[in-house]
């Protein structure tokens, strides 16, 4: 497999830099935002996590199915572009459909088919690194990925705290942005990504035109030879069940707890210094696994990423809450970059799609499991108002998921 150039690995990538932008933008800010109009302020952790766990289940079915049919596509085009771009194109529809949305059904239609649009072209495009990507680059290749999911997380940070106020209805002025962005980084990546064409490959293992791919073969794994595969996907969903719920409800514990005057620009700051930590661990992280081996980084980073969210729960003001967070950051870059390599490094090549759309089973099911604590968090905020004991539940099991998350990662060869 002939070496790929650094601009080459950041062509392939920089489709994540457009994707990432745009959920770290709607989830964290947006999203909670818009729905303080539409929704009873006692019950807004519920209705946040009851419409994002929704759209999270999609998208935990959505991926690797889309990753599988990549697999076995046949295109002049070669096999992962086609549906990359027809997901790239449908996102632009639902984020339309959200810019304009009024009331909590439009919201509901918009999300969850912007779930099902971006997960038909991220299936695909999880396995570029696979594909293109000799096996002593894949920590290099998982770098600049996450280099390019951080950015997405610096900007969408710095611009949507800016681009949307606590009194604006309709998220016009973020939306229009993200739809620019995403248009320029998708259209990086199909014209970089240079696949060969896919005709003629194999045709037994193709599927026809109108027949289903089944869905048992997809979302089951081979118990033998596919077990270390397994449990990382379990200890990652471990890790990221805490992280990913400290990050959905951080704008209401801001404005509950720290009283914000302006909880939207408030976790905007939170958000940067949490994604400015992330960028350099991100790098680090590639570079470390190469070199020492994946799981060893994995465990430092779960270490990192407990005792920030241990921090989180004692902080006192705006000032400590965000330096926890960037020690929180630089935990979870580091994980997010080094679990990436080794999943890809055990991912088996022909079935690369639907292998890394598997691990979407952690990532999506992580977070949408993480949206459910919506409901215990109101409950025990409002059984004991003023000492919102539900914020710091969410912080310790963020840190307790990040230990636990090292007991699976245990059964995991490399």
Not at 168 to 176: C, F, Q, Y
Not at 327 to 335: D, E, F, K, S, T
Not at 364 to 383: T, V
């Amino acid at each position: 497999m002939k070496k790929l150039a650094l601009p080459q690995l950041f062509g392939i990538n920089a489709c994540w830099l457009g994707l990432s932008f745009m959920w770290n933008s709607l989830h964290p800010i947006v999203l909670p935002a818009i729905l303080l109009h539409l929704v009873p302020a006692h019950a807004k952790n519920s209705y946040l996590g009851g419409l994002t766990f929704f759209g999270l289940l999609l998208a935990m079915v959505i991926q690797p199915v889309s990753g599988s049919l990549s697999d076995r596509w046949q295109s002049r085009w070669g096999r992962r572009r086609p549906l990359a771009l027809l997901g790239s194109g449908l996102d632009l529809v639902f984020l339309g459909l959200l810019a304009w949305s009024g009331n909590i059904w439009v919201v509901l239609i918009g999300y969850a088919g912007l779930q099902i649009a971006s997960n038909i072209a991220q299936g695909p495009l999880q396995a570029l690194i696979p594909d293109l990507v000799p096996h002593a680059r894949m920590g290099a290749a998982s770098a600049v990925k996450n280099l390019m999911d951080m950015a997405g997380l610096v900007i969408a940070s710095l611009a949507a705290g800016n681009l949307l106020a606590p009194e604006d209805r309709h998220p016009t002025a973020i939306m229009l942005t993200v739809m620019g962005v995403l248009i320029i980084t998708a259209s990086l990546t199909l014209v970089t990504a240079r696949e060969q064409p896919s005709l003629g490959e194999g045709s037994d293992e193709k599927p026809l035109p109108g027949k289903f791919l089944d869905l048992t073969k997809i979302f089951s794994f081979n118990h033998g030879t596919h077990r270390s595969f397994k449990w990382l996907v379990s200890s990652r969903f471990v890790f990221l069940l805490g992280v990913y719920g400290v990050q959905a409800f951080a704008q209401y514990y801001i404005k509950d707890v720290m009283l914000a005057a302006n909880p939207v620009k408030a976790t905007s700051q939170i958000m940067t210094a949490l994604a400015g930590m992330l960028v350099v661990s991100a790098l680090m992280g590639g570079w470390l696994a190469d070199r020492i081996g994946s799981r060893r980084v994995i465990v430092m980073a779960s270490l990192i990423s407990a005792l920030g969210c241990a921090l989180l729960a004692r902080a006192a003001d705006m000032p400590s809450l965000i330096r926890y967070a960037g020690i929180v950051g630089a935990g979870i870059g580091l994980y997010l970059t080094s679990s990436w390599a080794l999943a890809s490094r055990l991912a088996p090549k022909e079935q690369a799609g639907r292998f890394l759309g598997l691990t979407n089973l952690a990532t999506a099911g992580a977070s949408a499991a993480s949206r459910l604590l919506g409901i215990p968090i109101d409950l025990l905020n409002n059984a004991q108002p003023g000492r919102f004991m539900g914020y710091t539940g969410l912080f310790i099991l963020g840190a307790a998921g990040a230990l636990l998350s090292l007991l699976l990662l245990a059964k995991v060869e490399d």
